[in-house]
C-alpha cells in the first residue's frame, strides 16, 4: 500500500494540472443548472446561442474535456490559483483562474469586436471557471498543490484531500440542485451583496475555507463527521457560484440588444388545442431547414418536427403546429444554413392566460363547403386570415377590414381537403378546424 501511495504522491508532484479538477461533473452541473434557473428569458436565448447546441452541463465542463490538447494548453494553469498561508496574492500573475476569470469579462465588454466563436469559448470557460473558483482548494496552498499532495481516506476509500473536495463530498452526499437551493439563508440585501462581489472577493471567500477543508484533528481519515460538517459548506459554495454566474452572464448578455439571427419575427400563439409558432425570415435563402424544439424546463430541448426552406431570398413566412395538452412548454428554431452552421432563435413561452380572452368560435366544424368565424374584435383594423396546416402550408388567406366589437367572416373551403387545420386569425387567435 505504501508503494501504491509513493507512485500516486509521484504522479501529483510531476503533473499536477492533470490531477486537479474542481468539482465533479455533477457540481459543474448544478452550478450551470442554478444560473439558468436565475437568467430572464433574454439572457437565456442569448447564452443559449454561444453554446451553439451544447447542453448546460456540457458547457460546464467543456474546460475539462479540452485539458491536454494543445490548442488549450494555456488554459491548464488556469483552473485554480495557488497562495500559500500567510502569503498574498500576486497580482501580476498571468496564469492562474483569477487572472483568466478577469481577462474574459474585460473581453465581453467589448463584445462588438469578438466572433461568435471567441464569445462562444469565453462562454464556456465562464461556465467552469466561476465553478471552479468557489471550491476552496482551486485557492488553497501550492506547498501541497491544493490539496492534491495531501494523501487521506475518505469513508474509508484512498484518496487525495483536493478529489475529496472535488468528488467525494458531492457524491456520498447527495449534492443536487435543490439541496443547493435550500441552503439559501440569505437575506435580499446578502444575494445582491454575493451577485455583486468581484472575482477577487470570490478567491477571498475560498482562501478563508481553505483551512476548513483539512481535518482539525490531524487525522487523515475523513469519516461521515467530516462529511456531514463540510456538506453545507459544499451546498452553499455551488450555490453561490451559480448565482454569481448568473449575474456575470446576465452583465453581458441581459440588455435587449438582438441577437444574429436571421430570422424577422418569431412568436407563438396557443389555443385550447395546442400552439402555433409564427416566424419570418429575410435570409431564407441560406437556411435549408427549420429544426422546431420544445422543452418542459426551458434547459433541456427536444425536437419535435420540422419545417422545410422552400422559399428563395427576400423576407419569407412560416409556422409549425404543434397539437398538445395545456401546459407550462418553451420552444426555440433551430436553423441550418447551407454551408453547415447552425443558430438557434430565442426562447418563447407557451401563454396559455389568453386562450379564453381570445374565443374563436368556428361553425360548422366540422366543416365541409364553407366555415364561420365568430369572435370579438378588439379595435377596427384590417387583418389576415389564414387556414393553417398541420403540414406547415398556408391554404387559406382573407383579408378583411374590421370593426370593434362582435365580428363574423365566412371563409370559403373550395379546394380544401379533408383534414386537420387551425385557422388563425391575427391579432385574436388561432382555433383548430376539421374539413370533411
Given at each position: 500500500m505504501l508503494r501504491k501511495y509513493f507512485i500516486f504522491s509521484l504522479l501529483i508532484t510531476l503533473f499536477p494540472s492533470a490531477i486537479a479538477f474542481a468539482w465533479s461533473a455533477t457540481g459543474h452541473g448544478i452550478v450551470g443548472d442554478i444560473a439558468f434557473r436565475y437568467l430572464s428569458p433574454a439572457a437565456k436565448a442569448k447564452v443559449i446561442y454561444y453554446m451553439k447546441g451544447r447542453s448546460v452541463h456540457q458547457a460546464c465542463t467543456w474546460m475539462?474535456?479540452?485539458?491536454?490538447?494543445?490548442?488549450?494548453?494555456?488554459?491548464?494553469?488556469?483552473?485554480?490559483?495557488?497562495?500559500?498561508?500567510?502569503?498574498?496574492?500576486?497580482?501580476?500573475?498571468?496564469?492562474?483562474i483569477v487572472f483568466e476569470l478577469n481577462r474574459v469579462m474585460r473581453q465581453l465588454g467589448q463584445m462588438n469586436s469578438l466572433s461568435d466563436s471567441i464569445i462562444t469559448q469565453y462562454v464556456l470557460e465562464l461556465f467552469h471557471l466561476v465553478g471552479d473558483i468557489h471550491q476552496p482548494l482551486h485557492c488553497g496552498y501550492g506547498i501541497d498543490v491544493g490539496g492534491n499532495n495531501t494523501r487521506v481516506t475518505?469513508?474509508?476509500?484512498?484518496?487525495n484531500l483536493h478529489s475529496a473536495w472535488d468528488y467525494s463530498l458531492v457524491q456520498s452526499g447527495n449534492v443536487n440542485i435543490a439541496s443547493c437551493l435550500a441552503a439559501n439563508k440569505f437575506t435580499p440585501s446578502e444575494l445582491q451583496?454575493?451577485?455583486?462581489?468581484?472575482?477577487?472577493?470570490?478567491?477571498?471567500?475560498?482562501?478563508?475555507?481553505?483551512?476548513?477543508?483539512?481535518?482539525?484533528?490531524?487525522?487523515?481519515?475523513?469519516?461521515?463527521?467530516?462529511?456531514?460538517?463540510r456538506l453545507p459548506i459544499v451546498q452553499q459554495q455551488l450555490l453561490k457560484a451559480g448565482l454569481r454566474l448568473a449575474a456575470v452572464l446576465e452583465m453581458y448578455f441581459g440588455d435587449k440588444s438582438s441577437l444574429p439571427l436571421n430570422l424577422s419575427s418569431f412568436e407563438i400563439q396557443s389555443s385550447s388545442n395546442g400552439n402555433v409558432l409564427f416566424w419570418e425570415s429575410a435570409m431564407s435563402k441560406h437556411i435549408i431547414l427549420f429544426l422546431v424544439e420544445r422543452s418542459e424546463d426551458g434547459i433541456n430541448f427536444k425536437p419535435v418536427g420540422t419545417v422545410d426552406n422552400g422559399q428563395m431570398d427576400g423576407l419569407s413566412s412560416y409556422h409549425f403546429v404543434d397539437l398538445q395538452e395545456q401546459g407550462k412548454v418553451y420552444y426555440r428554431l433551430k436553423m441550418l444554413f447551407d454551408n453547415g452552421s447552425t443558430q438557434y432563435s430565442t426562447v418563447?413561452?407557451?401563454d396559455w392566460l389568453n386562450v379564453a380572452k381570445n374565443r374563436i368560435t368556428v361553425?360548422?366544424?366540422?366543416?365541409?363547403?364553407?366555415?364561420?368565424?365568430?369572435?370579438v374584435?378588439?379595435?377596427?383594423r384590417n387583418i389576415v386570415i389564414k387556414l393553417l396546416g398541420i403540414?406547415?402550408?398556408?391554404?387559406?388567406?382573407?383579408e378583411c377590414t374590421l370593426n370593434a366589437g362582435n365580428v363574423s367572416v365566412?371563409?370559403?373551403?373550395?379546394?380544401?381537403?379533408k383534414g386537420v387545420y387551425l385557422l388563425h386569425i391575427e391579432g385574436v387567435g388561432v382555433q383548430k378546424v376539421l374539413v370533411e
Open positions: 475539462d474535456s479540452v485539458k491536454g490538447t494543445r490548442e488549450y494548453a494555456y488554459l491548464t494553469v488556469r483552473h485554480y490559483v495557488n497562495v500559500d498561508k500567510g502569503a498574498t496574492y500576486d497580482t501580476t500573475s498571468t496564469n492562474n475518505f469513508l474509508g476509500q484512498y484518496t451583496e454575493i451577485k455583486q462581489s468581484t472575482v477577487f472577493d470570490w478567491m477571498n471567500e475560498s482562501m478563508q475555507l481553505v483551512d476548513y477543508c483539512y481535518y482539525p484533528e490531524n487525522s487523515n481519515a475523513l469519516d461521515s463527521n467530516y462529511l456531514q460538517t418563447l413561452k407557451a361553425s360548422p366544424n366540422p366543416a365541409t363547403v364553407f366555415l364561420t368565424a365568430r369572435f374584435a378588439p379595435k377596427q403540414d406547415g402550408k398556408v391554404y387559406k388567406v382573407k365566412t371563409i370559403d373551403l373550395d379546394g380544401v381537403k
